[in-house]
Structures are given as structure tokens and as C-alpha cells.
């Protein structure tokens, strides 16, 4: 497998079983994995970028990490392997395999799109969605099964589910569909797609806007994901968070399979609040 820290780092592991952490329950740092997919030794991987490029990795130049280990510090930058335009950032890595379901993509402006898998092996980049100006992809995942919820999040706390289905596969150059109904001035800060016969979770964190001292407290929320119903595409969703006075957006948000992993911005992990039953509920301040 390959993997990728929050952090930025990739590596590869030689017996291709996902890291479950230490024994004694103990996090390290990096150990956050926010895409794994399977490859082998000699093979390529393709890394999704949020300007919708796709970009070839061969896995053969990526360091190896002894079966031992339970996180990513013994990595890579992933600027070593690949060159990325200024305010571009990796989102996924994703297999070149042209019999899977293809992969899914969410932009910031709402829109969806299922790729079709066609990847010319004589091309190094290849854009896997025209984007209009000014949006980007929030999230992309490699589709498994094709019986996934795709799930979008706003930064109005609204959270969207509903069956891949619903988005017809469509070439690379295409634009997608409308995926979210968003009001107005806001904007999505979460894509996934979520096995819905898997325990899984929606973790979001809200604040402010516009804040950028670390000092105000924020507050957080971890919720089953059950809790919210399939709405149609298009559609605006539920509530995922009531906001608490001094709070008007949600600034992080995630969905899907459990354990549900924080880490800080390098590496150290983060705890995260205990189950809150409502789907609409207020968060809990975070630690310091």
C-alpha cells in the first residue's frame, strides 16, 4: 500500500495491512492517514491535486517502512515526488485501475463528479475534471464498490448524504453536476464517500471567521453518522452543528470510518470530544 500523512509524508508498505496503531493504544506522531490506496512495488499510483490535476508516482522511489511501524515520520515530503503550482495542494492518491468504480470528486463551489477510469499511460498529468474559475476540489476519493454516500459539508454546518448512484460517470474533461445546494456565500469545506454498512463518524469543528489567533477557543463535535438521512443530490442537507455564540462557520469537517484520527498541523495527535448522540448539536470546547 501507499500512503499519505496529514502531515504531507508518503511512503509505501510491504505487507500491504493498514496501520492500527500500537498494542498499548498509543498514538505517535504523523499517524494520521488521510489516503491509502493498494499498488506494488514496480507499479504507479496517481495523486489527485486540488486543481484537478492527476499526477503519475512511480511507487518503486517511495521510501518503505519497516511492517513495525505505526506512522508515517519515517517518510517523505511529498514535494520531492511531485511539483505542485503555488495554493495547489494534494488530496488523494488514488490506483490507475481502469476496471474500478472510478474516482469521486466535490469542489468547494458544490459540484460533483464521478471519472470515468482512463488514465493513457503515455501521459504523466492528466486533468480528471475542468473546474470553473475560481473553484477547486475540496475532496476526492477512489471509489470501491460504487455503493458509497458521497457526503459534502458546508461551512454553515450543513451535511449532505446521498448514494453515489445518483451521479452518472462522466470523461475526465467533463465539469461535473451540481452536487449541494449552498446559500448564499457559502462554500464546501468536505468531501467523502462513506461505506454506509460501516460504523462511521462526522467529526466538524467550529469558530469564527476571519480569526486567526489560535488563542479563541474552539469548540468540536463528533457524531454517528446514522444520524443523518439521505437527502437528495442537489439538495441542502441537514444541520450538522449548532453554533454557540461567537461562532458563525465551521472550519474543519470530516466523515467517515472509525477510529477517527485527529492530529495537529505537525503531526502531534489530537484528542477528539466523546460521541454526541445530535446530529444538531453545539460542539465541546477543545483542549489547548
Same mark, same amino acid.
Not at 511492517?67 to 520531492?80: F, I, K, M, R, Y
Not at 472510478?102 to 475534471?129: C, F, H
Not at 458546508?154 to 453515489?164: G, H, K, S, V
Not at 474533461?173 to 446559500?183: D, I, N, R, S, W
Given at each position: 500500500?501507499?500512503?499519505?500523512? *496529514?502531515?504531507? $509524508?508518503?511512503?509505501?508498505?510491504? =505487507? ?6 500500537? &498494542? ?9 492517514? @488521510? *489516503? ?17 490535476? /492527476? ?15 505505526? =506512522? ?9 515526488? $511531485? ?9 488523494? %492518491? ?23 477510469? &482512463? ?9 480528471? !475534471? ?6 477547486? !476540489? ?14 459534502? !459539508? ?25 452536487? @449541494? #445546494? ?11 464517500? @462513506? ?17 486567526? &489567533? ?29 453554533? /454557540? ?6 472550519? /474543519? ?11 495537529? #498541523? ?5 484528542? %477528539?470530544?466523546? !460521541? &454526541? ?12
Amino acid at each position: 500500500r501507499v500512503l499519505l500523512s *496529514s502531515t504531507g $509524508l508518503l511512503a509505501r508498505t510491504a =505487507n500491504g495491512e493498514p496501520f492500527t496503531g500500537d &498494542d498499548d493504544g498509543k498514538r505517535a506522531k504523523h499517524d494520521v492517514i @488521510v *489516503s491509502a490506496v493498494p499498488a506494488t512495488a514496480r507499479g504507479e499510483i496517481g495523486a489527485v491535486t486540488s486543481a484537478g490535476r /492527476l499526477l503519475r508516482i512511480n511507487v518503486v522511489d517511495l521510501p518503505q517502512l519497516p511492517e513495525s511501524t505505526a =506512522n508515517l515520520a519515517g517518510g517523505a515530503p511529498l514535494a520531492e515526488f $511531485l511539483s505542485l503550482e503555488d495554493g495547489e495542494t494534494l488530496i488523494c %492518491l488514488t490506483t490507475l485501475d481502469e476496471s474500478s468504480p472510478g474516482l469521486a470528486l466535490g469542489t468547494e463551489q458544490g459540484v460533483v463528479k464521478r471519472v470515468v477510469p &482512463d488514465y493513457p499511460s503515455n501521459k504523466e498529468e492528466l486533468e480528471v !475534471i475542468t473546474l470553473k474559475e475560481g473553484d477547486r !476540489i475540496v475532496g476526492a476519493v477512489e471509489l470501491r464498490t460504487g455503493e458509497e454516500d458521497l457526503v459534502f !459539508i458546508t461551512d454553515d454546518a450543513q451535511l449532505l448524504r446521498y448514494q453515489a448512484s445518483q451521479v452518472r460517470p462522466q470523461g475526465r474533461p467533463a465539469g461535473g453536476m451540481a452536487g @449541494v #445546494k449552498l446559500t448564499e456565500g457559502a462554500k464546501v469545506i468536505s468531501f467523502t464517500a @462513506v461505506d454506509p454498512a460501516a460504523d462511521a463518524v462526522v467529526f466538524t469543528v467550529a469558530g469564527s471567521r476571519g480569526t486567526l &489567533d489560535d488563542s479563541v477557543q474552539t469548540t468540536a463535535k463528533l457524531t454517528p453518522f446514522d444520524q443523518y438521512p439521505r437527502k437528495g443530490r442537489a439538495t441542502g442537507g441537514v444541520r450538522c452543528q449548532r453554533f /454557540l455564540k461567537g461562532e458563525d462557520c465551521l472550519s /474543519l469537517a470530516w466523515a467517515g470510518p472509525v477510529p477517527a484520527r485527529a492530529a495537529q #498541523k505537525n503531526g502531534t495527535p489530537a484528542e %477528539l470530544p466523546e !460521541i &454526541d448522540p445530535r446530529r444538531d448539536g453545539s460542539g465541546v470546547s477543545l483542549a489547548k
